[in-house]
């Protein structure tokens, strides 16, 4: 019995360590394209969707304090799912008239759009590609017969989201993207991709929901970002495994 | 039979559990940027170069963590200089040119301008945001003019419902990974090494 204990801990040490083992990120998923020169970028994916999302733990935790003060084990187990839930439902309802108040400011914008089109420039100033072109509809016969590649860009959810612990009131803009590039006529996807793209910059929501044009300039800047980030991305798949 | 010692066990027990890495823990991230994943990129259009990559300057406001998680420090398993000069030494070789300070065409001068990773605590979730800021200078090695100045933000955000070290980590992987990719293939930075006269050809 002694004797085993070493041969078991050893073991568990030896399965415990793989915890701690590095695992790189995930590439995007690619093969080699060089010989692709004639894209065309299609915005696509449907509506978009704004947040706000500010990850509070208000009135969660205060609901937290209260229930610690209930001495019934019954009930405070039954209470607690329920406070759960209305934690969410609370913010859920705060945040989506937050969302309702800036998708009006942003009325006239098209992530889709504006991502793909700072794609198309991004793309444009490698000089790899012999003609890059976004159109806005799906394309024809003959433009399907004449490109290489076909750029799909999706933009599933833009928004606001807090990233710092200590500073309420503040949020940076973002947008979640998707791209895949296709071959026409075969269908067989050559890279996609998808990026949670942040802006490197902290705003005052307030400030946010109240002017139009702070809130379209912001949201500009971040939707721009996010079709360089693509770009970058696909531009870095371009030779991959070579 | 010799009985073992309870206390005896659980101290082993618990060597095994910190020397194994498992869990939470605030204490070296092995942050990294995996040479498998590095690609040929806009960098390899320039002809091959000699450079001269600098050691990596720490700017960052305050060195000694990345970040921290109640009241206890996130730290990198090695220097972040060292992390982030790593990955600029495989993107510079993987495309092409040569590292050397020997006869060198450019110099390349790298600096850390943040490294961090924030927790922002929900009430049931958590969201991770890592964040890598890293300014490249080109500078040319015979009159010591700067040729070009840059700077690549990389971020990563995870929502995850439990705390983690392989999350932390993971999140900054992919943010040096962002920056990196950045670096690989801004088209001035590519122009600005096409357009060097070489040592050999001044």
Redesign the interface.
């Known amino acids: 019995m002694v004797r085993t204990i070493p041969v078991v801990l050893a073991l568990v040490a030896l399965s415990l360590a793989g915890c701690a083992s590095s695992t790189p990120p995930l590439p995007p998923s690619a093969r080699p394209f060089d010989d692709v020169r004639r894209v065309l970028v299609v915005p696509s994916g449907g509506e978009s969707a704004f947040a706000v999302v500010e990850y509070s733990a208000e009135p969660g935790r205060t609901f937290d304090e209260i229930l610690k003060w209930i001495p019934w084990q019954p009930y405070l187990a039954a209470l607690r799912p329920a406070a759960q839930l209305v934690h969410r439902g609370i913010n859920w309802a705060l945040e989506a008239d937050r969302a309702a108040t800036a998708t009006a400011r942003l009325q006239g914008i098209s992530p889709r759009s504006v991502v793909a089109q700072s794609m198309v420039r991004t793309l444009e100033t490698t000089g790899w590609f012999d003609e890059v072109r976004i159109i806005e509809r799906e394309p024809t016969a003959e433009e399907r017969r004449r490109a290489d590649a076909i750029v799909r860009v999706a933009v599933p959810t833009w928004g606001l989201v807090r990233v710092r612990d200590v500073e309420a009131g503040l949020l940076s803009g973002f947008a979640d993207v998707r791209g895949q590039m296709a071959m026409p006529g075969t269908g067989v996807v050559l890279w996609e991709d998808s990026q949670d793209v942040t802006s490197p910059e902290q705003i005052p929501v307030e400030t946010f929901l109240r002017d139009r044009d702070f809130a379209r300039q912001e949201m500009m800047v971040v939707l721009e970002r996010a079709g360089q980030r693509l770009a970058n991305e696909l531009l870095y798949s371009r030779s991959a495994g070579r | 039979?010799?009985r073992?010692h309870p206390a005896r066990?659980a101290v082993?027990?618990l060597g095994?559990?910190t020397?194994?890495?498992?869990?939470v823990k605030t204490a070296g991230l092995?942050v990294?940027y995996?040479e498998?994943?590095v690609?040929?990129?806009?960098l390899?259009?320039a002809p091959p170069r000699r450079v001269e990559v600098l050691p990596v300057a720490d700017r960052r406001a305050d060195t000694r963590r990345i970040g921290t998680r109640e009241g206890s420090d996130i730290v990198t398993s090695r220097p972040v200089t060292d992390i982030v000069g790593e990955a600029l030494l495989l993107e510079v070789k993987k495309n092409g040119h040569t590292v050397t300070g020997d006869r060198k065409d450019v110099i390349l001068a790298g600096a850390v301008e943040e490294f961090r990773l924030?927790?922002?605590?929900?009430?049931?979730?958590?969201?991770y945001?890592g964040?890598v800021?890293l300014a490249v200078t080109l500078a040319d090695p015979r009159s010591g003019e700067t040729l070009l100045i840059r700077r690549y933000?990389g971020?990563?955000?995870?929502v995850v419902d439990k705390d983690s070290?392989?999350s932390w980590?993971?999140v900054m992987?992919?943010a040096l990974?962002?920056t990196m990719?950045?670096f690989?293939?801004d088209?001035e930075l590519a122009s600005v090494m096409a357009r060097l006269l070489t040592a050999f050809n001044p």
């Open positions: 039979m010799r073992q066990i082993l027990v095994v559990l020397a194994s890495g498992c869990g092995d990294r995996p498998a994943s690609t040929r990129s806009l390899a259009s924030d927790v922002v605590g929900g009430y049931s979730s958590r969201q945001v964040r800021v933000v971020i990563s955000r995870r070290d392989n980590r993971g992987d992919v990974a962002r990719h950045d690989a293939t088209p």
